[in-house]
């Protein structure tokens, strides 16, 4: 299968500083430390509701975010790489991110809305309809993170597959190693198809003559035809092209294999950098990838990922966590960098940042309870006073937040 | 004097069908809307709210329909995703039951039951799962597994597949989740979800990571009328969608249907029988005839009386008049099926050729005529006093237990309905004024799900 995004070259430039940043929230249970539960006003006791949901997310609309992620897993929750632990006293368990996105969408009405989907188990054909699907009840604020399952037990879930267990000690393995690789190579082969799904309609292919008595113009329709080691789809999609052409494909990326994939498939990369100057180098690494794979058209958009408990001082932010890990039993760890400071101080280093090229920010809330709204009253307010943030939507979809254009459907003739 | 004598009112079960891909809907009406965008959803749910009825219902095809190998273009074509949508509605409906249909042949069951209990928990307990087994090769297109599944096939992975579904939901108690900070217990026990299941087609194990959801099990719908399908359906299922709409095919099969699932050592009040149905309201009885007439002769256009006389003769038809008669040769059974996609086949294409030659000659039809009075749906004609005694006596004389409802007209085509013959069968104590339980289950009036095994 051809890859045909919007032409145009592949940018290595710096782009300049962005007046605006793009701040998102990460949702993942009651917040990201695993004693959050057990906070006051963490409603873990609901957690399986949508009342819970729903408020969460208003809380992150009322700070206008561009949008929000819900995590998912096949798995139980557990620690690390392996299978679920027996530990009682942490949230285990997880309702599926593309339902209650759905659920999200009739009750919200301009934060975009991007659950985590896998490109391992999932059927692409079903990973597009539902995707497009939320875009059309969501009015064009639906969004994806295009999620590797590279767990072994994962893939006893489903039994179709299976995949070596990685242990820390074995990442380097080469037969590990090929093994990432060629997840990867097929969560682009699932997101190439995906896309390629929601470009099968033409944005007019229904015509509704009925003069002629046809609903369709079948013409506007188009086969995909993938054929790929891992799947082949035929196509055209059930669903017609979404409000947004193609939701937003977003992921998160920690290493080169990972970028490259963000870089050829998505269109927002979720990046962990521990500090300024790394930022500066995770965004060069970004760059480099794009040009690894070719990329063409819009540059990849490079949010960074923290987490954040904030108080009115970095040290009794620092006292949270430290209280929050005694409760836990461990230290609190974390692939993103864990801030615990003062809403001024979170500013403070966000603007560091995005002088390092950083365009937005994915927040993960160590606590929802405290650091959701900690974030929008205290730490909007501050971005906003300094020209770095939106004081009121201004678009109406996802795309809109992100200033990304609608893309041309790649079968539409001219 | 619709209820029998010596026998207690029965509830009327209602369920509204949104209809997409198929040739009863008007898509042509001036009051039509789109058939994609969730306003349309969302207005016919809330209708169908208004209205009492226990559940909103959709059906599923996974691949575009074709006709002489080209997409088919008359009838709506497209429609969006089961699940999400039904997760939207979930947020502007209270009491609605949500049903989709959804295929065992093209998804895993670690899916299926993450994506049914998810619905479950999102919509407070109102998530139902019509289980289906089409298609064939033609829809495995799209997808990595299942083009080789030959039928027998396909009803064992169905099988399968919910003992695996039921087994992962059932992998939680319901008090698996105290999440109590004080006893620092989120989870009530080690071990919560342990599934391990080996059948024929699946080998699958570890921890499911949903809860168990709010009705226990989601309802199981069965669409299906076969032999194998009412045993299936008489042991699992808490409805069947039926398709008989005379009391006197349709008496015989809920008899037939209930003991079963008394055998089964179920109670009779446990399956629900809901056959679909049509409905045409008028300010007379010759007006709504009229009416219905004029919707059949809207439904069945010349080119779509053709269209389905082709998919029956299976060959090219377009020389003929669908104003004419009946083709007179007979059906080509041996060339592979002009239509693909269509969700129920007749295998025995001449005995339908047959049929409809008896349905022509007995009322002097011409194929256009034919095919409409073949395919009509329109089942209960007339002004809403004489359609809310149909639909009653129907009820009452167990012909079924309610009705799936699909208006020809989206979204607004259940209106009437809801403002006139509701009240009606309020009145007669037919139909519930208010929601009496929180899950579907409960307003259903069925038996609890099978509690999850201790562990
Ligand atoms: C009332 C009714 C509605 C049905 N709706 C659907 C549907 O929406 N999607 C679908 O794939 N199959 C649908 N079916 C098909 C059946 O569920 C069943 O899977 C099919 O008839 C089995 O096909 P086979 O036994 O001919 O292989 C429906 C059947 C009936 C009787």
């Given amino acids: 299968m051809t890859r045909r995004t919007p032409a145009s070259r592949p940018d290595s ?402 | 004097m619709s209820v029998p004598e010596g026998k207690p009112r029965k509830q009327i079960v209602l369920g509204a069908h949104l209809p997409g891909v198929n040739h009863h809907t008007v898509w042509q009406d001036p009051a039509a809307g789109s058939q994609i965008d969730v306003k349309s959803f969302a207005h016919l749910a809330r209708t169908a709210e208004r209205g009492f009825f226990d559940l909103f219902f959709l059906a599923e095809g996974l691949r575009l329909r074709e006709h002489a190998g080209q997409i088919y273009e008359n009838d709506v074509v497209g429609r969006p995703d089961t699940f999400t949508v039904l997760a939207a509605l979930a947020g502007v409906t209270d009491h609605l039951g949500l049903a989709g249909t959804v295929n065992t ?103 499911f990571n949903v809860p168990r959801p709010p009705q226990g099990h989601p309802l199981i719908i069965q669409a299906g009328v076969s032999d194998q399908g009412r045993e299936f359906a008489s042991a699992n299922a808490d409805a069947i969608f039926s398709p008989f709409r005379t009391l006197a095919d349709a008496v015989p099969f809920y008899r037939d249907v209930k003991a079963r699932a008394v055998r089964h050592g179920r109670l009779a009040s446990d399956i629900k029988i809901l056959p679909s149905a049509g409905v045409v309201l008028g300010d007379s009885a010759a007006d709504a005839q009229e009416k219905a007439r004029e919707l059949t002769h809207r439904q069945v256009s010349p080119a779509t009386a053709l269209a389905l006389a082709e998919q029956v003769w299976n060959r090219d038809l377009s020389q003929l008049d669908p104003e004419g008669p009946l083709p007179e040769f007979d059906a080509d059974t041996t060339s592979p099926p002009r239509w693909r996609g269509r969700a129920i086949h007749d295998p025995d294409l001449n005995a339908v050729v047959a049929r409809w030659r008896e349905v022509a000659a007995r009322g002097g039809l011409n194929l256009r005529e034919t095919v409409i009075e073949v395919t009509a749906r329109a089942t209960f004609v007339g002004t809403p006093t004489a359609v809310a005694d149909q639909l009653d006596d129907f009820v009452q004389h167990d012909g079924s237990d309610g009705f799936i409802l699909h208006p020809p007209v989206v979204p607004t085509g259940l209106d009437e309905f809801v403002d006139t013959v509701v009240p009606l069968l309020q009145e007669r104590g037919s139909l519930r004024t208010g929601y009496t339980g929180t899950t579907l289950r409960e307003n259903l009036g069925l038996s609890p799900a099978r509690a999850a095994q201790p562990a």
Wanted: hydrophobic content about 45%; proline content about 5%; glycine content about 6%.
């Fill in chain 2, 105 to 207: 042949t093209f998804n895993e069951p670690y899916e299926l039951a993450r994506q049914f209990a998810s619905l479950d928990h999102l919509s407070g307990g109102r998530a139902a799962w019509n289980v289906v087994t089409s298609f064939d090769a033609f829809t495995a297109a799209n997808f990595r597994r299942g083009g080789y599944l030959d039928r027998s096939q396909r009803y064992e992975r169905a099988e399968e597949v919910l003992i695996a579904v039921r087994a992962l939901w059932d992998s939680w108690n319901s008090g698996d989740v105290p999440a109590d900070s004080a006893t620092e217990q989120f989870l009530a026990r080690h071990g919560v979800g342990e599934f391990d299941v080996r059948t024929n087609q699946f080998d699958v194990r570890g921890r």
């Fill in chain 1, 13 to 414: 430039r710096r782009r300049p500083v962005p007046e605006t940043l793009h701040l998102s929230a990460a949702l993942e249970s009651t917040g990201w430390h695993p004693a959050s539960w057990r906070e006051p006003g963490s409603r873990a006791g609901e957690l399986f509701t949508a009342r819970f949901w729903a408020d969460t997310v208003a809380e992150a609309e009322r700070g206008l975010f561009d949008l929000v992620t819900v995590e998912d897993s096949f798995g139980l929750q557990g620690s690390g790489f392996g299978p679920p632990d027996d530990r009682t006293d942490r949230v285990a368990g997880r309702l599926d991110a593309l339902l209650v996105a759905a659920r999200l969408a009739l009750v919200t009405e301009a934060i975009g809305l991007v659950p985590t989907v896998s490109t391992t188990h999932t059927e692409p054909f079903h990973v597009s309809k539902g995707l497009a699907t939320l875009d059309h009840v969501s009015s064009g604020r639906g969004g994806w993170r295009a999620q590797v399952a590279a767990r072994a037990h994962e893939a006893e879930l489903f039994g179709r597959r299976s995949i070596p267990a990685v242990t820390r000690e074995t990442l380097q393995d080469p037969a590990v190693v090929a093994v990432v690789e060629d997840l990867f190579a097929e969560a682009r082969a699932v997101v190439d198809t995906v896309r390629a799904l929601w470009d099968s309609w033409e944005d007019d292919a229904v015509v509704r003559d009925v003069a002629t008595g046809r609903f369709v113009d079948r013409t506007k329709l188009h086969r995909v035809a993938a054929q790929t080691p891992w799947f082949s789809v035929l196509g055209p999609s059930i669903t017609p092209r979404p409000p947004q052409g193609q939701p937003v494909v977003t992921a998160l990326a920690h290493a080169r294999t990972a970028y490259e994939f963000a870089a050829a498939s998505a269109d927002v990369v979720f990046v962990t950098p521990r500090d300024a100057q790394d930022a500066r180098a995770v965004v060069a690494e970004v760059r480099a990838a794009e040009a690894a794979v070719g990329r063409r058209g819009v540059p990849l958009q490079v949010h960074a990922d923290l987490v954040v408990a904030l108080a009115a001082d970095a040290a009794q932010a620092r006292n949270r966590l430290d209280r929050l890990d005694s409760a836990d039993g461990e230290a609190f760890t974390s692939d993103a960098l864990v801030v615990a400071d003062s809403p001024a101080g979170l500013v403070e280093r966000l603007l560091l940042w995005r002088d390092a090229g950083i365009e937005g920010f994915r927040f993960r809330p160590a606590v929802n309870a405290t650091d959701l709204p900690a974030l929008v009253d205290e730490v909007v307010p501050l971005l906003q006073s300094a020209g770095a943030f939106r004081r009121a939507y201004t678009g109406a979809t996802l795309r809109d937040h992100l200033g990304l254009a609608r893309p041309a459907n790649r079968y539409a003739t001219v």
